[in-house]
């Protein structure tokens, strides 16, 4: 991952890591793949973003899912 695509600044987006120089939040490109949309589509959508801006923010969606804090999901009751 290219740490240096990926920024985290308070006064952009509250503080959300975007994709460095956009207001993309590496959480709305989460959202759009979650959805179905294609890494193309998501450059379409959003024509002066970079395949390696998007690849970015899923290698650190990664890196952020191997720390060690670990939240459980609630059993639902039966």
Do not use: C, W
């Not at 890494?39 to 650190?60: C, N, Q, T, W």
């Amino acid at each position: 991952m290219d740490k240096r695509l990926i920024e985290s600044n308070p006064a952009v987006m509250m503080g959300k890591p975007v994709i460095k120089g956009t207001r993309i939040t590496v959480e709305l490109i989460l959202e759009k793949l979650a959805a179905g949309e294609t890494v193309e589509d998501i450059l379409e959508s959003f024509p002066h973003l970079k395949r390696e801006g998007v690849l970015a923010a899923i290698a650190y969606a990664s890196q952020v899912m191997k720390m060690d804090i670990v939240h459980p999901v609630p059993k639902k009751a039966a």
